[in-house]
């Protein structure tokens, strides 16, 4: 049974409650701003919740998708070596917002943020499922947060172990 060692962290309800509400404050904070809001997932641990999230934006939208490779702190570098798959769109002069399932070390998105800047974007805000600050390595600002979690290793809802687990409902801890 592949669910025999993991625990529920956060359940599908809980989920759902906050999605909606994080997909009303967008709708709220990026209402009449004039630009084109891209909406732009970091594959692939996003596409679930970005997937839910989409839909509780009531706003003409744009969405797009980005992949990276990172290897953690097995190097001196910033532990985000390359990008796996590109936008398709071009996001000059646009709104973007970053849906992350997950901000652990920040360093995914501290390579996100700083190579999104270098496209003379108008502007770009971050949404995250869930963040575990005791982890972080670089300050990285959560503009829409779903929920802060302690130091565990967490799957389900896009989120994997070794790839397996992303189909999960919840949010689930790794039972060791
Ligand atoms: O804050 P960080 O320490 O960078 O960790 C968070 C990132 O790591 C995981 O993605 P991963 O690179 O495992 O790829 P995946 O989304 O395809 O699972 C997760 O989905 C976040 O994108
Ligand atoms: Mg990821």
């Given at each position: 049974?592949?669910?025999?060692?993991?625990?529920?962290?956060?359940s599908k309800e809980e989920i759902a409650h906050k999605v909606k509400a994080?997909?009303?404050?967008?709708?709220?904070?990026?209402?009449?701003?004039?630009?084109?809001?891209?909406?732009?997932?970091?594959?692939?641990?996003?596409?679930?919740?970005?997937?839910?999230?989409?839909?509780?934006?009531?706003?003409?939208?744009?969405?797009?998708?980005?992949?990276?490779?990172?290897?953690?702190?097995?190097?001196?570098?910033?532990?985000?070596?390359?990008?796996?798959?590109?936008?398709?769109?071009?996001?000059?002069?646009?709104?973007?917002?970053?849906?992350?399932?997950?901000?652990?070390?920040?360093?995914?998105?501290?390579?996100?943020?700083?190579?999104?800047?270098?496209?003379?974007?108008?502007?770009?805000?971050?949404?995250?499922?869930?963040?575990?600050?005791?982890?972080?390595?670089?300050?990285?600002?959560?503009?829409?947060?779903?929920?802060?979690?302690?130091?565990?290793?967490?799957?389900?809802?896009?989120?994997?172990?070794?790839?397996?687990?992303?189909?999960?409902?919840?949010?689930?801890?790794?039972?060791?």
């Amino acid at each position: 049974m592949y669910k025999e060692n993991i625990e529920v962290m956060i359940s599908k309800e809980e989920i759902a409650h906050k999605v909606k509400a994080l997909g009303e404050e967008i709708t709220n904070d990026y209402s009449g701003s004039g630009k084109e809001l891209v909406v732009i997932g970091v594959l692939k641990g996003a596409n679930v919740f970005l997937g839910d999230l989409i839909r509780q934006i009531d706003l003409p939208i744009l969405v797009d998708f980005i992949a990276v490779s990172s290897y953690g702190l097995s190097t001196e570098t910033s532990g985000v070596v390359k990008i796996l798959k590109d936008l398709d769109l071009d996001v000059e002069g646009k709104d973007v917002l970053i849906i992350e399932d997950i901000v652990d070390t920040g360093l995914t998105l501290k390579y996100l943020t700083e190579n999104f800047k270098s496209r003379n974007i108008a502007s770009m805000k971050i949404c995250a499922l869930l963040d575990k600050p005791e982890r972080r390595k670089c300050p990285i600002d959560i503009d829409y947060l779903g929920f802060e979690i302690p130091d565990k290793f967490v799957v389900g809802y896009g989120i994997d172990y070794a790839e397996k687990y992303r189909n999960l409902p919840y949010v689930a801890v790794v039972k060791s």
